[in-house]
């Protein structure tokens, strides 16, 4: 079962915008993690958020956490065309089974050159 | 290498044959991952090994679908007597350790195609 929704299911900008993606999820939560991947590919870990965090920054990459709203933003500045690709949303439940990640459908981001 | 490998990454096969796919995790990795795939969804979990023993293979969907992983570094994920609905990417991640987990590190992937 996927626990993260993602939105929008799509999403198409121009480059030097920014890109918003949202993800919801339904349980308690140790961290939740972002994943991109490229058409084809596999996927490629971007950045980890743990439940006692709200925001956390890597490069152009900007994560916010509510564990209230059970809630997680992406926000991706000065997009480019290579940022093209598909962004999930990972969630590593507290409890019990805090080994395995449980993905989301996944936000297809088109960066238009 | 330095990161997951899978193989073959293409793999057509018909209805009713079998099938292995096999992922070499990053070195001194000892948590091992299979997860699938289909087209336009997020990864779905599959099975979980720590070391050699499957510690949790509570996502693989039926009684088809196996794998191994007999001394603790390279996996298998083989399955019987496909059936077109298996049709989809399947993919091997590696970490470290687990508990907590981190990141993951993903392989390219093995699409599997049963016509």
């Known amino acids: 079962s996927q626990q993260g929704e993602e939105d929008p299911q799509a999403l198409s900008i121009q480059e030097g915008e920014n890109a918003t993606m949202n993800c919801s999820y339904k349980t308690s939560i140790n961290n939740l993690q972002w994943y991109r991947q490229n058409s084809g590919r596999g996927l490629v870990h971007l950045i980890l958020i743990r439940s006692n965090e709200r925001e956390k920054h890597s490069g152009r990459l900007r994560v916010t956490l509510d564990t209230s709203k059970k809630s997680s933003s992406l926000l991706i500045t000065a997009s480019r065309a290579a940022d093209t690709a598909s962004y999930f949303c990972?969630?590593?439940?507290?409890?019990?089974?805090?080994?395995?990640?449980?993905f989301g459908k996944g936000t297809l981001l088109t960066v238009n050159p | 290498g330095a990161g997951v490998s899978q193989t073959p990454s293409n793999k057509v096969t018909e209805k009713g044959k079998y099938v292995e796919l096999r992922c070499d995790p990053i070195s001194g990795h000892t948590a091992l991952y299979w997860y699938r795939q289909s087209l336009g969804q997020g990864p779905e979990f599959l099975i979980y090994?720590?070391?050699?023993?499957?510690?949790?293979d509570s996502g693989l969907p039926n009684d088809r679908f196996f794998a191994v992983r007999p001394e603790g570094s390279v996996s298998t994920l083989k399955i019987q007597r496909t059936e077109r609905g298996d049709s989809a990417v399947y993919l091997c991640?590696?970490?470290?350790?687990?508990?907590?987990?981190?990141?993951?590190?993903f392989g390219e992937g093995s699409r599997l195609t049963v016509l």
């Open positions: 990972a969630t590593v439940n507290s409890g019990g089974s805090n080994y395995k990640l449980t």
């Open positions: 090994f720590q070391g050699t023993g499957a510690a949790d």
């Open positions: 991640a590696s970490s470290l350790n687990s508990g907590n987990t981190g990141e993951l590190f």
